[in-house]
């Protein structure tokens, strides 16, 4: 079975400053790895995803993520944090790309910046 | 481009009714997946439908039930509400044949009283 492990629920930061939402992942087979952000009162977005091309993957709004499979790992950074990027972010596995089958969420990270 | 559209936004109902959520998907896309978010989790997989018909299914029971329409909108249904029902419902809608990614529509908040 696969899960999700989202280390730490609140991540505080301040403008400018670097972000790092840590996500682990557990898998059986080769994984598909996303990230998607929520703002209030909004759905779903894709950040970025990882589907076993470059382990380093860029996303929108300036996030990436890199994919270490040693470590099981594929958290997601930003260099500098600006105030428009408080909102909920989950990390995603599938054992598929995304399309096919379902995606297995971890519990979230909210992320606050302040100035 | 529409993207993909949920209704109600939201919606109260008591213990025991039954619920209609209905989805359109984004144009062009032939698979809708459901997902339930609780408050402070993450979407948990309910079903996932292509031609019309149920193809997967989370650990969720029988009370929740869907239908996909030939023009490839869906609905989730939801009977005997209880309290731990309430919930963001969300819709995500894929095109089967090439894998891509799933997009969220904005979800349908549920409150059971």
């Known amino acids: 079975a696969q899960s999700v492990t989202q280390l730490g629920s609140h991540v505080s930061v301040s403008e400018g400053a670097l972000v790092l939402l840590r996500c682990n992942y557990s898998?059986?087979?080769?994984?598909?790895l996303f990230w998607y952000v929520q703002y209030p009162n909004q759905g779903l977005q894709l950040l970025l995803k990882y589907t076993s091309a470059a382990t380093l993957v860029k996303g929108i709004n300036g996030f990436e993520a890199e994919f270490k499979k040693s470590e099981t790992s594929f958290h997601l950074t930003k260099p500098s944090a600006h105030m428009s990027d408080a909102a909920e972010y989950f990390c995603?596995?599938?054992?598929?790309?995304?399309?096919?089958?379902?995606?297995?969420f971890g519990a979230g990270t909210r992320l606050a910046v302040h100035p | 481009d529409a993207g993909v559209t949920q209704s109600p936004t939201h919606l109260i109902k008591t213990r025991g009714q039954q619920v209609t959520l209905r989805c359109s998907p984004k144009?062009?896309?032939?698979?809708v997946s459901w997902y339930q978010q609780a408050l402070g989790q993450g979407p948990q997989f309910i079903f996932q439908y292509y031609e019309e018909e149920e193809r997967q299914r989370g650990n969720f029971p029988d009370r929740f039930s869907g239908h996909q329409y030939p023009n490839y909108s869906s609905e989730l249904n939801v009977n005997a509400l209880l309290l731990g029902d309430s919930a963001l419902y969300l819709c995500?809608?894929?095109?089967?044949?090439?894998?891509?990614?799933?997009?969220f529509g904005p979800g349908t908040r549920l409150l059971v009283l």
């Open positions: 144009s062009g896309h032939d698979t």
């Open positions: 995500a809608s894929s095109l089967k044949q090439t894998g891509e990614t799933q997009y």
């Open positions: 995603a596995v599938s054992d598929l790309p995304g399309g096919y089958n379902k995606l297995i």
């Open positions: 898998s059986s087979v080769p994984p598909y």
